[in-house]
């Protein structure tokens, strides 16, 4: 036998006895004596094993609507919403909501729900709603997705190549793209692969600066939507406002980040960027990027015909290879005149703005001089009695990692920051917190007591709270240096 649902109650007025009665003293008059119309949201649900699901409708009937019966016996349903005895009056109107958590027992099954809606004349309205334990209930994803902010250099002619790519765990029903001051309207519809497509199309633009607006609508088979709004702008001289430098070698991996790949940089001045970045090994392959989810349409690296300038052509640039190892690189370029320059600095001139030696016992733990303590920090979802403590690179003083993974579940990070341990739970001491709560790209100092060679300015108090592309397990590296977090999967 199956274990009886726990079911949560989305109105309050679903918290009503179970019992209905009409008071056989209350007569109530006839208005049309019609039966009640009762529409459903929708009779086809799908569900899975330890999720919720709704059942919705509208109830209308000018007599009055007496109670709404919701029946299942597998389910071990049998819910009745007396509107008489909630309201003390019947209603003319009544829009259903129900909510069931399903059982853990039921993966594969499917059910037929009856909801029955009765007037104070007793006429009766029957419809019932299916529902699929190995339904489809999530919308596609973009795997790699369109950047929201892309520019298409102008010179003779204006393309954009567009390329995305979407996953759904069923079946894709629909791609299409629609960019509307241009007339530019396309649809996919069949695909080799049901589950995975990349969308790669060249789009000519009318040739002079101008900025257009562009719909991504993903559908799957049973009408499940995913939209992704971006702004594409035509210039022949774009100013970026945000640039990223990028160490990896595919789209897949610019989007299978939970943050810090790409890793921003620092906008100087017009078309000017600054960018500093932690070489461990020789031989990195590094580009600038003015979109985060893609090598195109603009990749900033060496010019194959003059490799002391850039070129922003991604069909061209090489990449600018980092040959010294344990070193730090500054990176200056101007995007207009295409120079650059390269400076490397030992991890022993970075200035770190945390107080004390990691690791060593230096911390004043009452401060009053009364006892030191080991100072060191890590990664907290809680407060500083509840640290994941980092390994300090043996190379880069100013480098850490978490030695176990973090397993996270897709969606919304729940919140972290990184905190140094105390035992009674001081906030403060040193800490590093977010420039953006669920966008963040950089960690900045917040603590109390810094290294007085720190001369950066004070972040503000915001936890991380990134999204999750997908559940598994992850990496979590920091340079308290660059105040750059970098959370990737685990390979």
């Not at 992704?228 to 990028?246: E, G, N, Q, Y």
Request: contains cysteine; glycine residues 6%; charged residues 25%.
């Amino acid at each position: 036998m199956k274990k009886k649902h726990t079911m949560l109650y989305a109105l309050a007025a679903l918290m009503s006895a179970a019992c209905v009665s009409c008071d056989d003293k209350e007569t109530w008059p006839t208005v049309d004596g019609n039966e009640p119309e009762l529409t459903l949201e929708s009779t086809e649900i799908g569900s899975r094993i330890g999720r919720t699901f709704n059942i919705r409708g509208k109830v209308s009937d000018a007599d009055g609507i007496q109670y709404i019966k919701l029946e299942c016996l597998p389910l071990y349903l049998e819910k009745t919403i007396d509107i008489v005895d909630i309201y003390g009056e019947p209603l003319t109107e009544y829009d259903l909501d129900y909510q069931i958590t399903s059982d853990l027992t039921e993966a594969g099954d499917v059910f037929d729900v009856t909801v029955t809606a009765v007037d104070v004349l007793g006429k009766v309205s029957t419809c019932k709603v299916r529902i699929d334990m190995n339904g489809d209930i999530d919308a596609p994803v973009f795997s790699i997705a369109p950047a929201e902010e892309m520019t298409v250099i102008l010179k003779d002619a204006a393309t954009l190549d567009l390329s995305f790519t979407v996953t759904d765990d069923r079946a894709l029903g629909s791609v299409s793209v629609a960019i509307p001051a241009i007339d530019f309207s396309d649809e996919v519809t069949e695909f080799a692969n049901p589950r995975e497509y990349t969308y790669e199309r060249s789009v000519t633009l009318p040739a002079v600066n101008a900025d257009y607006e562009m719909t991504v609508t993903v559908a799957d088979a049973v009408g499940l939507v995913t939209e992704r709004a971006c702004t594409i702008h035509v210039s022949d001289t774009p100013d970026f406002a945000k640039m990223w430098l990028a160490d990896v070698a595919t789209a897949q991996e610019l989007n299978s980040d939970v943050m810090g790949v790409p890793m921003l940089i620092n906008h100087t001045g017009q078309f000017c960027y600054e960018a500093r970045y932690y070489n461990a090994k020789a031989g990195t392959e590094i580009y600038f990027l003015p979109q985060r989810t893609d090598f195109k349409p603009i990749c900033y690296g060496l010019d194959p015909a003059d490799p002391t300038r850039l070129t922003g052509d991604a069909d061209k640039a090489k990449p600018i290879v980092l040959d010294q190892a344990k070193q730090y690189y500054h990176l200056t370029f101007n995007i207009l005149t295409k120079e650059y320059t390269i400076d490397t600095y030992s991890p022993a001139m970075a200035v770190v703005p945390y107080p004390h030696t990691f690791g060593a016992m230096e911390m004043d733990q009452w401060e009053d001089g009364s006892e030191l303590t080991e100072f060191w920090f890590g990664y907290t979802t809680d407060g500083p009695t509840s640290i994941q403590r980092f390994s300090q690179d043996a190379d880069n003083p100013c480098l850490f990692t978490l030695d176990d993974p973090l397993t996270l579940k897709a969606g919304n990070h729940s919140g972290f920051i990184i905190h140094n341990y105390h035992s009674d739970g001081w906030w403060n001491y040193c800490t590093w917190r977010a420039d953006n709560e669920f966008d963040p790209e950089h960690a900045g100092y917040y603590g109390k007591a810094k290294n007085a060679a720190w001369t950066e300015p004070m972040a503000d108090d915001i936890w991380f709270k990134p999204p999750v592309p997908a559940d598994g397990n992850y990496r979590l590296t920091f340079d308290a240096h660059l105040g750059h977090i970098k959370i990737v999967p685990v390979k």
